[in-house]
């Protein structure tokens, strides 16, 4: 949960860019703090603390700010301002639902379709992933899972479910930036993609599949239920 202070203010966690920084420079920076957890979900953003953190004029700050909306990323009432946003239970659920369909497949299709330098570099991502894991380092460790599964989509050779992850990539890597924190869950994660890796490996399109989806619905599951949790207690 955040503080009152932490959802009504930012603290100085931006970088200072140049004063003549574009809209696209800022929309960079706040998109990688908003997708890297510096900026948690509920933070309130005002376009005036966010312009002097990063030292540029308020026009790149709004315009970026109206990208990160369409992102998804943040929300915007009238009169109410702007926040990071946080995705409802149902929207979890939406999102793991078309995930673990798309995923699912494109593991099928990498089993198939996966050359030997794909594998060669799955497997180069999976021992980053392990000594990540070793060295306690999450925020590696969540690179890693990002590129890991980007990965796998890219070896199914077929761009259209590239295409259709993309509009909810950001939200994604939300969900997992909360996943990979929850205690127990990397080893687990980790173990789930050595044996999708080996499917892969070994081209059984079924078996790569199956345990995709087993692999996201898991995660999907656990989410809501801390989700459902954390909000039983806030009603206490």
């Known amino acids: 949960m955040l503080t009152k202070e932490e959802r009504t203010g930012l603290h100085e966690v931006l970088p200072r860019l140049k004063p003549e920084a574009l809209a696209s420079e800022v929309y960079k920076h706040l998109s990688e ?124 050779g077929c761009r259209l479910l590239e295409e259709t992850l993309t509009p909810i990539r950001h939200q994604i890597r939300l969900l997992t930036l909360h996943t990979v924190r929850y205690p127990g869950r990397p080893n687990v994660a980790v173990e789930e993609h050595e044996q999708i890796l080996g499917a892969i490996e070994r081209r059984d399109a079924d078996e790569a599949e199956r345990l995709m989806r087993f692999h996201i619905r898991r995660a999907m599951e656990e989410m809501l239920s801390r989700m459902a949790a954390s909000s039983g207690k806030e009603e206490q």
Request: charged share 30%.
């Open 33 to 156: 703090a908003i997708l890297s957890g510096v900026l948690a979900p509920g933070t309130r953003l005002k376009e005036a603390d966010l312009a002097r953190q990063l030292g540029v004029s308020a026009t790149p700050v709004r315009e970026a700010l109206r990208r990160l909306g369409d992102d998804g990323l943040v929300e915007y009432q009238y009169r109410k301002g702007c926040w990071v946003r946080a995705l409802s239970a149902r929207e979890v659920r939406e999102v793991y639902v078309v995930r673990e369909a798309v995923e699912g497949m494109a593991a099928r299709l990498a089993a198939v379709n996966r050359s030997e330098d794909g594998l060669a570099q799955l497997l180069k991502l999976q021992e980053k992933g392990r000594a990540a894991l070793g060295a306690n380092d999450l925020d590696e460790y969540h690179r890693y899972n990002a590129a890991f599964h980007e990965a796998i989509v890219e070896q199914s």
